[in-house]
């Protein structure tokens, strides 16, 4: 399934891209697609959008995040095309996702939509020089997304670092005072706003792993009906291919997110 949707306005010369889902890799694409999960993955997203070159672009981003190296391609995709790109968030836009949506040359949000940055994460397993290795890798990962967010905002790096230490999610209001945006959608101002998320405990790496394991269930759920469906029938076996690599890709085992 695709996870994006282009559609081009002739009259104006301009093209609207929504950006869904899962921010993946391009290996990890086809498995995601498989269980028909929308995704973002770099490849496929510099192919399409090669064909509108010179065209002013309007980007919606809803989005959790994912990939980090994926989002820093697709980051870059949109960096380099030659016409305007406007980024407007009505959902989230939160970690990876909040990488991308700083290529745009204007970023807006809804009112009612939430922004998030935070330190990257990821798992190891080995010795413990292997451990080492994983946390100075995790550093200079994060160096790159400051680079991300400090050519936009131009705040320090080290304020941009203190709110990826704090996990920092903001609101719209919140966003454009800290130049991570440049303006709400629909209204001027937000009346009787605070530029802080309240209740930001409902705002956590929580609601992120809640969203992977919500879709790690749907994957388990569909692969069990296929299997159960295919084991049914005499004459159909479930492919051993897609078994084993969903039960490597379970594990996600050594992956770099920022989500």
Known sequence: ??????????????????????????????????????????????????????????????????????????????????????????????????VIAMAGDEVHMSPVSIMMIHNPWSGARGEAKDMRHMADVLDEVKETLINAYQSKT??????????????????????????????????????GADPTVENSFMFSRLAIQNSTSFTMDRFVELFSKIKKTEDSTTNQRTPQAPLSLFEKKIKLQGRVFNR
């Open 154 to 191: 131009k705040l320090s790096r080290n304020k941009i670092s203190r709110l990826m230490d704090e996990e920092t999610w903001m609101s719209a209001k919140k966003a454009v005072s800290e130049g991570f945006a440049d303006s709400i959608l629909y209204t001027n101002t937000v009346e």
């Open 1 to 98: 399934m695709r996870f994006w949707n282009f559609s081009a306005n002739a009259e104006e010369d301009s093209v609207e891209l929504r950006i869904e889902g899962e921010i993946v890799s391009d290996d990890d694409a086809w498995f995601y697609e498989w269980f028909g999960i929308p995704v973002a993955s770099p490849n496929a997203f510099r192919a399409e959008l090669a064909n509108y070159k010179d065209k002013d672009i309007t980007v919606w981003i809803d989005s959790w995040g994912g990939d980090v190296f994926a989002a820093a391609g697709m980051y870059n995709a949109l960096k380099e095309h030659k016409g305007r790109v406007i980024v407007k968030i009505d959902g989230k836009a939160a970690s990876a996702g909040s």
